[in-house]
């Protein structure tokens, strides 16, 4: 996507060298400035203080990491050992374990010293098929968006409400929902989003908002609690969400507070859809309330708030009084039956095992 009329991805490798750059999104949308990783440690550190977010890109962020670690290392005690720091990144985003398992098999039969640079090649190969993966499922997403538009009579705008950032920066390129926005955006469908700002990294109103604004899609910045209040009263024609994890049954974890979103979207007959690439699926367990460990973030997020000065600083502030005990569950599990559909690369699933292995037949 576009910044400033330059065309960027959320990561790259300059032609065959040993290091990434990425947008660093802990500076957005104050400042956009690039980062160079070049060693595994610096590629956890980008993962743990969320410079990369977005499950998509910590998966091929913790590629190119893996390839860093065997470029220093390629023994097979480093293969082991590269894998599980890398693993022990973030927990909630099943796309981290996706890459790493698939760097390893590639690079358990090689010889030590033919690691490296297939390594890179490897994580070459996902950054190209996110980019991909992610084009296919917006198109499969703003055929839903046209229908409801059609629905509507073409007339007006299509609604739509979204939680956190999804977009281009959370994945290599395009997004997962937003790029479904993007899509029917540049199809000439109006759209207009609704953005939840995502409490408490406020996501929403920082880079969703962000994005949006540099593609030219109308939006409206709305408070978390809002959303429940403009579904109530018509004004949301459907919710666009993305995943970190989906379960075999179709349950999905996503940023904190999606499952509310989807509640009140249940109760108000709107359509919830999450979209997400098959690399979130996680075909090992079925109920997500269960079976997912959710992420518990530092306190300080809750009780403090960034945002910038009169002189451009980022100042992170307090809200709440000194010593107050803050809880910080980072994800939520929306179960599958609140959730209309999945939107992934091979079509639209119901949100089911049935629905799932009815698309990816080859793991049922
Ligand atoms: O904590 P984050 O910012 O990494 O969380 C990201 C989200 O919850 C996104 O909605 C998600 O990764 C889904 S789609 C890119």
Redesign the pocket.
């Known amino acids: 996507m576009k910044v400033d009329g330059v065309a960027y991805r959320s990561i790259w490798r300059e032609g065959d060298g040993a290091a990434v750059t990425v947008v660093d999104q802990t500076l957005l949308p104050h400042r956009f400035e690039t980062l160079t990783i070049a060693t595994v440690a610096e590629a956890i550190d980008a993962i743990k203080r969320?410079v990369v977010?977005?499950?998509?890109?910590?998966g091929v962020t913790g590629a190119y990491g893996y390839a860093m670690a065997l470029a220093a290392d390629p023994s097979d005690a480093n293969l082991a050992s590269a894998y599980d720091a890398l693993y022990a990144a973030?927990p909630t985003?099943v796309n981290l374990r996706w890459a790493l398992d698939i760097v390893r098999a590639e690079m358990e039969p090689l010889a030590p010293e033919a690691r490296a640079a297939a390594a890179f090649a490897t994580a070459d190969r996902l950054h190209a098929e996110d980019i991909r993966t992610n084009e296919t499922m917006a198109a499969h997403g703003a055929a839903l968006i046209r229908e409801i538009w059609e629905e509507k009579g073409r007339s007006g705008p299509v609604n739509i409400l979204t939680?956190?950032?999804?977009g281009w920066i959370?994945?290599v390129d395009w997004?997962?929902?937003l790029g479904v926005v993007y899509h029917a955006h540049d199809q000439g469908i109006p759209v207009h989003v609704y953005v939840d700002e995502t409490r408490p990294?406020n996501?929403g109103a920082s880079l969703t908002t962000w994005e949006l604004g540099a593609h030219g899609v109308p939006h409206t910045l709305i408070a978390d609690n809002a959303g429940g209040h403009l579904m109530q009263h018509g004004a949301v024609d459907i919710c666009l969400?993305?995943?970190?994890r989906v379960t075999a049954n179709g349950d999905a974890c996503?940023?904190i507070g999606t499952y509310l979103k989807a509640l009140a979207a249940h109760d108000n007959g709107v359509p919830f859809y999450v979209?997400?690439p098959s690399s979130?699926i996680d075909w090992r367990i079925g109920d997500g309330v269960a079976e997912i460990e959710i992420e518990e973030r530092a306190p300080d997020e809750v009780t403090h708030i960034s945002g910038i000065a009169g002189d451009g600083t980022i100042v992170k502030v307090r809200l709440a009084p000194k010593g107050t005990k803050a809880a910080n569950p980072?994800?939520d599990v929306t179960p599958a039956r609140l959730v209309t559909g999945l939107v992934t690369e091979r079509g639209v699933a119901k949100a089911s095992r049935e629905g799932l292995v009815a698309l990816f037949p080859e793991r049922g």
């Open positions: 969320m977010r977005g499950a998509p890109l910590i973030r985003a939680h956190c950032n999804t959370a994945c997004g997962t929902a990294r996501q969400v993305g995943a970190d996503n940023k979209v997400l979130t980072a994800f």
